[in-house]
């Protein structure tokens, strides 16, 4: 369970969002103050922080200057109703992870959280390359033989380019996560081309709707979905 602390001095917005994470199963601590806040992350650890700019006394941009020269790592999205183009340049310069604008969708909050703790956890590559070490996963109607580069659905063996596997196989390592673009992108980038192939192909957004959309219908005669998450990228469903 990761531990998030919010900082946020408004009193109807914090319950909220408190209780809407901790029905996610995230433990939440909470501050309304960079001074708060800075007490608190000095006393314990927490695994993220959604972050209010506006806040009393000291603006939030302290504290995310304060938690960057102070916790190595420790990743913020900022939640403001600052909507201008400088304020997110500004934030983002400054270290954020993050982004968001309120009013705010939970769902998509949710979804970028989820992004930001993972990319926290671990690189993109060492999680395509652990991916790889297992000997096999079974989602579903779904099994896939790590060794062999090898997906059954239903027991009938798939056909599977090697750049759709690949994608096949991100999906399911993280399967009810957000698999960003450039998440598939690194793992193409990473991997030989694919055999027969005599120029690269271009790896590129529209290549990944391409195969996305080709898994898609490999995928039909099961339960198993791939959304798109909006302005992110795409998200195995869990059956
Ligand atoms: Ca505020």
Same mark, same amino acid.
């Given at each position: 369970?990761? =531990?998030?602390?919010?900082?946020?001095?408004?009193?109807?917005?914090?319950?909220?969002?408190?209780?809407?994470?901790?029905?996610?199963?995230?433990?939440?601590?909470?501050?309304?103050?960079?001074?708060?806040?800075?007490?608190?992350?000095?006393?314990? !650890?927490?695994? &993220?922080?959604?972050?209010?700019? +506006?806040? #009393?006394? @000291?603006? +939030?941009?302290?504290?995310?200057?304060?938690?960057?020269?102070?916790?190595?790592?420790?990743?913020?999205?900022?939640?403001?109703?600052?909507?201008?183009?400088?304020?997110?340049?500004? +934030?983002?310069?400054? +270290?954020?992870?993050?982004?968001?604008?309120?009013?705010?969708?939970?769902?998509?909050?949710?979804?970028?959280?989820? !992004?930001?703790?993972?990319?926290?956890?671990?690189?993109?590559? =060492?999680?395509?390359?652990? @991916?790889?070490?297992?000997?096999?996963?079974?989602?579903?109607?779904?099994?896939?033989?790590?060794?062999?580069?090898?997906? !059954?659905?239903?027991?009938?063996?798939?056909?599977?380019?090697?750049?759709?596997?690949?994608?096949?196989?991100?999906?399911?390592?993280?399967?009810?996560?957000?698999? =960003?673009?450039?998440?598939?992108? !690194?793992?193409?980038?990473?991997?030989?081309?694919?055999? &027969?192939?005599?120029?690269?192909? #271009?790896?590129?957004?529209? @290549?990944?709707?391409?195969?996305?959309?080709?898994?898609?219908?490999?995928?039909?005669?099961?339960?198993?979905?791939?959304?798109?998450?909006?302005?992110?990228?795409?998200?195995?469903?869990?059956?």
């Amino acid at each position: 369970m990761a =531990t998030l602390l919010i900082v946020e001095d408004d009193a109807l917005l914090l319950d909220a969002l408190t209780g809407q994470l901790q029905q996610l199963d995230y433990s939440v601590c909470t501050a309304t103050s960079v001074p708060q806040a800075t007490a608190l992350l000095q006393d314990q !650890a927490v695994d &993220g922080i959604i972050l209010d700019l +506006g806040l #009393p006394g @000291a603006d +939030g941009m302290e504290l995310l200057t304060w938690a960057r020269a102070h916790i190595a790592g420790l990743p913020v999205l900022i939640l403001t109703a600052r909507d201008g183009v400088e304020d997110r340049v500004l +934030g983002l310069n400054a +270290g954020a992870d993050d982004y968001l604008t309120k009013p705010f969708n939970m769902q998509e909050l949710q979804a970028r959280l989820q !992004a930001m703790l993972r990319r926290a956890r671990q690189p993109a590559f =060492t999680q395509a390359s652990s @991916a790889a070490g297992g000997a096999s996963t079974t989602i579903g109607p779904l099994v896939l033989d790590h060794a062999s580069h090898a997906a !059954a659905l239903n027991g009938d063996l798939l056909d599977l380019t090697q750049r759709e596997w690949e994608l096949l196989e991100l999906l399911v390592h993280r399967c009810g996560e957000v698999v =960003t673009r450039d998440d598939v992108l !690194a793992a193409w980038r990473a991997s030989p081309p694919e055999p &027969g192939q005599t120029t690269a192909a #271009p790896l590129n957004s529209n @290549a990944l709707e391409v195969y996305v959309h080709r898994l898609r219908k490999k995928l039909d005669q099961s339960n198993l979905a791939i959304r798109n998450i909006r302005g992110l990228g795409y998200m195995l469903e869990k059956p």
